[in-house]
């Protein structure tokens, strides 16, 4: 029973840390539904107005690594 009083801080620490990463994840599937729907969008309002199977690939793709493409930005901006 030595160590019982850092037990709870450490937690404390650990939840916080687990809210802080669901709510990053959250953020993260919201903006990639967001990225689909707004490609589904531009695919549907030019051209034969029809979506093909590589527009799904390549608007899923994009949605996906889209975090990592505002990172790359950020990072060449400030050089």
Do not use: C, N
């Amino acid at each position: 029973m030595t160590g019982s009083p850092a037990l709870p801080e450490r937690r404390g620490a650990a939840t916080g840390r687990a809210a802080l990463r669901r709510w990053v994840l959250l953020l993260y599937f919201v903006g990639v539904l967001g990225d689909v729907a707004w490609h589904a969008r531009t695919y549907l309002t030019t051209g034969d107005r029809a979506i093909e199977a590589y527009e799904w690939v390549i608007g899923i793709q994009a949605s996906l690594f889209w975090p990592v493409d505002l990172v790359a930005q950020a990072l060449l901006a400030s050089r």
